[in-house]
């Protein structure tokens, strides 16, 4: 009897999430939060952005509100953006968000912007591995910069694989401000390129290995000071979110990276393993990768 007791339907309400089990003789249930509840956080979500203030009172409720919201979706970003407003509430001694906290919230407002149901499925226990590389060599007027990357199946054969350069034009979007190395900026360019290339290749049990530890440390903390990662993090954020899918990132010693020869258009030994290369215009993935800061709001340097 009464709104908490519906009547059976293939489409149901419950606590402020929409349940749908229309495909559940296929396996397949989609759970996400109704329309009501997701705009109603994304307005609180985009006021707190644009102000950048929160006091401790209101931290704590919207924490609360965060995380039921979540509840039906928690994840690793739900999680990072949640600590940082637990961290806000209580170590901090002013209103004032700083740059982590804006961040922050401008990933948990990308959850619910999204607005796809989640589909829980089961693990499989073989996950697919991803592993990329960059070098970004400077000799004397001219830079050599290249990006790769290398896909293994459950199986751990590498089956696909891409190789490319990056021109001057590329290079002055990844480093804006011409300082002396961009490496960290096109090693997170090289994953965010696989991800956009394989990405729907790629099942819920995945691993990302990258052989720079700042790349894996911004992905894993869901944060970056830096400008051009920042941007780049957003678009990855937006990929795992539009996929469906939950990577672990990890790192890889550069000896044990097999997109270490690729990422300077070296190929010969991911040929002799058998995988096919994958040809992609790193200007177009650049391109692609604003889509998401555009349509989310990307947070003030």
Same mark, same amino acid.
């Given at each position: 009897?009464g709104?908490?007791a519906p009547?059976?339907?293939?489409?149901f309400?419950? #606590?402020?999430?929409?349940?749908n089990?229309?495909?559940? +003789?296929?396996?397949?249930?989609?759970?996400?939060?109704t329309?009501?509840r997701?705009?109603?956080?994304?307005?609180?979500?985009?006021?707190?952005?644009?102000?950048?203030? #929160?006091?401790k009172?209101?931290? /704590?409720?919207?924490r609360?509100r965060l995380?039921f919201?979540?509840?039906n979706? %928690?994840g690793?970003?739900?999680?990072?953006?949640?600590?940082?407003?637990t961290q +806000?509430?209580?170590?901090s001694?002013?209103?004032?968000?700083?740059?982590?906290?804006?961040?922050?919230?401008t990933?948990?407002?990308?959850?619910?912007?999204d607005g796809?149901?989640?589909?829980?499925?089961?693990?499989?226990?073989?996950?697919?591995?991803?592993q990329?590389?960059?070098?970004y060599?400077?000799?004397?007027?001219?830079? @050599?910069?290249?990006?790769?990357?290398?896909? @293994?199946n459950d199986s751990g054969?590498?089956?696909r @694989?891409?190789?490319?350069g990056?021109?001057?034009? /590329?290079?002055q979007?990844?480093?804006?401000?011409?300082r002396?190395?961009?490496i960290?900026?096109?090693? @997170?360019?090289?994953?965010?390129?696989?991800?956009?290339?394989?990405?729907d290749? #790629?099942?819920?049990e995945t691993v %990302?290995?990258?052989d720079?530890n700042?790349?894996?440390?911004?992905?894993?903390?869901?944060?970056t000071?830096?400008?051009?990662a920042?941007?780049l993090?957003?678009a990855? *954020?937006?990929?795992?979110?539009v996929?469906? *899918?939950s990577?672990?990132?990890?790192r890889?010693p550069?000896?044990?990276n097999?997109?270490?020869g690729?990422s300077?258009?070296?190929?010969?030994?991911?040929?002799?393993?058998?995988a096919?290369?994958?040809?992609?215009?790193?200007?177009?993935?650049?391109?692609? +990768?604003?889509a998401?800061?555009q349509?989310?709001?990307e947070p003030q340097a």
């Amino acid at each position: 009897m009464g709104e908490k007791a519906p009547e059976f339907a293939e489409l149901f309400s419950a #606590l402020g999430f929409g349940i749908n089990v229309s495909q559940f +003789h296929r396996g397949l249930v989609t759970v996400g939060n109704t329309e009501s509840r997701r705009k109603e956080l994304v307005e609180l979500l985009e006021t707190l952005i644009k102000t950048q203030t #929160l006091q401790k009172a209101e931290a /704590l409720r919207l924490r609360g509100r965060l995380q039921f919201a979540a509840g039906n979706v %928690f994840g690793r970003i739900a999680r990072a953006s949640l600590a940082v407003i637990t961290q +806000h509430a209580y170590h901090s001694h002013s209103p004032k968000l700083d740059q982590k906290a804006i961040l922050a919230l401008t990933l948990h407002r990308s959850l619910l912007l999204d607005g796809r149901p989640r589909e829980p499925k089961p693990a499989k226990g073989r996950p697919w591995f991803v592993q990329t590389d960059a070098c970004y060599e400077p000799d004397g007027n001219s830079i @050599f910069a290249g990006i790769g990357a290398v896909l @293994f199946n459950d199986s751990g054969v590498p089956v696909r @694989f891409f190789s490319q350069g990056l021109g001057d034009d /590329l290079l002055q979007q990844l480093n804006p401000d011409a300082r002396r190395t961009a490496i960290y900026e096109c090693e @997170f360019f090289a994953l965010f390129c696989a991800f956009l290339v394989w990405g729907d290749r #790629l099942s819920i049990e995945t691993v %990302f290995y990258t052989d720079n530890n700042a790349v894996r440390d911004a992905l894993i903390s869901c944060s970056t000071s830096n400008r051009v990662a920042r941007s780049l993090l957003v678009a990855t *954020v937006a990929l795992e979110t539009v996929q469906q *899918v939950s990577p672990w990132y990890a790192r890889v010693p550069s000896d044990s990276n097999y997109s270490d020869g690729p990422s300077r258009q070296d190929n010969s030994k991911v040929l002799a393993l058998g995988a096919t290369e994958d040809k992609i215009d790193v200007m177009d993935c650049w391109a692609r +990768h604003q889509a998401p800061a555009q349509k989310w709001g990307e947070p003030q340097a």
